[in-house]
């Protein structure tokens, strides 16, 4: 890992938590802290992860950050199927169904969507089958 943590923009800070919540729910990783406004002088901001780290930060953004590209690690395939499917309930528009993308290397399996603001949001699996 080379990254401690990520923050985005979001323009519609609702509808991007129920969005991420539903979405990543699959890959085991849900909100674990929310700070709001009064602490930061000026925006809510929701961190999502496992084990109670917030790695992945959404912040109520008066502009969204588009053109994004953030991969999240899933632990298997049934994982990043899950995360597609939840994902697509949830909103999102499909950018590349679950499935193996061997021009990256013979065991990648992903699946892409695109959340409320139009970034490309991930999961992926590295494991061989």
């Known amino acids: 890992m080379i ?15 129920e969005f991420y ?3 990543l729910a699959p890959l085991g990783i849900s909100v674990v802290m ?14 999502l992860g496992r084990d109670g780290k917030p790695d992945f930060w959404l912040g109520d953004g ?3 950050q588009t053109g994004l590209h953030i991969a999240f690690a899933a632990q298997n395939r049934a994982e990043v199927d ?3 499917k939840a994902a697509m309930a949830a909103g999102g528009k499909d950018n590349g169904k679950p499935g193996l993308r061997t021009e990256y290397h013979p065991s990648y399996y992903g699946a892409f969507v695109f959340d409320p603001d139009g970034n490309n949001i991930e999961a992926v699996c590295h494991k061989p089958e």
């Open 21 to 23: 919540r539903a979405a």
């Open 3 to 17: 990254l401690d943590h990520i923050g985005i923009s979001v323009a519609g800070f609702a509808k991007s938590i």
């Open 82 to 84: 899950a995360f597609y």
């Open 34 to 47: 929310e700070v709001p406004k009064e602490f930061t002088g000026g925006a809510n901001y929701s961190g």
């Open 62 to 64: 008066k502009k969204a």
